[in-house]
């Protein structure tokens, strides 16, 4: 078959890799893909969030699937933009309608779905600019530390963990002033919750499910998880905290719920779902979902999973995930993020990439990168993945920051700690 898969990332790059091993792959195309994605199949330059375009593009390469990697799709409600069109509708969409993808889009809905289906989370009240006064009064005695989350997606940016009551009411009025501009109408107040934080995700047809490897990801800039927040520096799987027991828990009070409560709410969901948990005195509380892969943790987890990733989502399209059984490979993935000089703030884009072929065991999933004269340039803030599959835990944490140091372009950078802290 012929299939689509939307995106540009490094996580876009391993599901493109590990899709073109799939016998039932005739063709992969990459919309817009990278200066990676390119080895896999053909990169097309369009914009996944054109939907007529896509379905230009689906239409003439006779695209008869469509994996949807990154979540502003999603939200912007792709898969039902191939349901209401009549030359689309047959097609196969990975990822979920724009009411199921809402679950990201939205964290009040997200923390609603979570209270409304008894699903362990922190505690929370949402305000907007109506109730701006009724806001800053319940922020003045809240307990420290105060989280506030923009509603919408904030590109990763809307989160704010803060120590002071003050400075909580200070930061509450300019995101709904407009701080964090549509994403920010509306703000989510929570309980800082103190424990240690781990990924877990699964795929489902809407009536089955299966549990895909756990992942642990590290968003600090800088060693030993100082500095400001990115989008991910790193990942491994699998979690060593994350227990046989954890893991069963995890799955009988938050992802069963999450899978029966989309039923009880008529919300037809295919694709994945993204778990945030955080692990406090032995107990999995969920902190947000994501409506599609984690970015660095896929970089970990796919390489993990030996079954046919095409066949899964073809499973998963014709709601016979319950007649699969997932193989999980034993070996651990560590992964290291390379990112550009500046990052997370203003950056580089430019600096020509050499020493890719230099790696030894590891596998190199471009995120921010861009071929350009026959010549791999960093193009973004986080710019390859550098992953590394190996027999023990220890060994892919060193083979992965050895083969991330063989790597070089100016200004380059990554931390050499990922996941030490747990070896």
């Known amino acids: 078959m012929n299939i689509l898969l939307l995106g540009s990332g490094g996580r876009e790059s391993a599901l493109a890799w590990k899709m073109s091993q799939s016998p039932l792959c005739t063709n992969l195309f990459i919309a817009p893909g ?26 003439k390469d006779n695209i008869n699937m469509v994996v949807v990697g990154p979540e502003e799709p999603l939200v912007n409600g792709i898969h039902d933009f191939f349901l209401a069109d009549e030359l689309l509708a047959k097609i196969p969409v990975i990822g979920p309608r724009k009411q199921g993808a809402i679950l990201e889009g939205s964290k009040d809905f997200s923390k609603q779905f979570m209270v409304r289906h008894g699903i362990p989370t922190a505690g929370s009240k949402t305000f907007s600019k109506d109730t701006l006064a009724e806001g800053l009064s319940y922020l003045e005695h809240h307990a420290l530390p105060i989280v506030l989350k923009a509603d919408g997606l904030a590109a990763g940016k809307g989160v704010l963990i803060i120590d002071n009551n003050e400075e909580a009411q200070r930061e509450l009025e300019l995101m709904l002033s407009g701080k964090f501009g549509e994403a920010g109408t509306t703000v989510v107040v929570e309980e800082f919750l103190t424990g240690i934080e781990l ?7 809407g009536d089955n499910y299966v549990i895909l490897p756990e992942a642990k990801d590290y968003k600090r800039i800088g060693h030993a998880d100082t500095g400001l927040n990115t989008g991910g520096m790193g990942s491994v799987s699998p979690v060593p905290f994350a227990t046989p027991e954890f893991i069963k828990e995890v799955e009988e009070s938050i992802i069963i719920p999450t899978i029966q409560g989309l039923k009880k709410d008529k919300i037809d969901y295919t694709g994945f ?8 005195d032995e107990k999995p509380f969920l902190i947000e979902y994501n409506c599609r892969m984690g970015d660095p943790e896929t970089e970990s987890v796919i390489p993990r999973i030996e079954n046919d990733l095409v066949e899964l989502f073809v499973a998963a399209s014709e709601k016979k995930l319950n007649g699969v059984t997932l193989q999980i490979s034993s070996k651990s993935a560590a992964t290291i993020m390379i990112v550009a000089g500046g990052y997370p703030g203003e950056y580089e884009k430019g600096k020509a990439i050499t020493g890719i072929e230099n790696i030894r065991s590891s596998f190199a999933f471009h995120a921010g990168t861009l071929a350009e004269a026959g010549q791999i340039k ?3 803030g986080r710019v390859i993945a550098i992953t590394s599959l190996q027999d023990t835990f220890f060994d892919a944490l060193q083979s992965a920051t050895a083969d991330a140091a063989r790597i070089y372009f100016d200004g380059k950078y990554f931390r050499e700690d990922i996941g030490f802290d747990l070896a």
Do not use: E
């Open 34 to 59: 990278n200066g990676g994605t390119a080895a896999y199949g053909k990169n097309v330059h369009v914009n996944p969030n054109n939907f007529q375009a896509v379905k230009t593009l689906v239409l």
């Open 199 to 205: 990924s877990m995700f699964v795929l489902t047809d």
């Open 273 to 280: 779902i993204f778990f945030g948990l955080i692990k406090v």
């Open 378 to 380: 960093s193009n973004g």
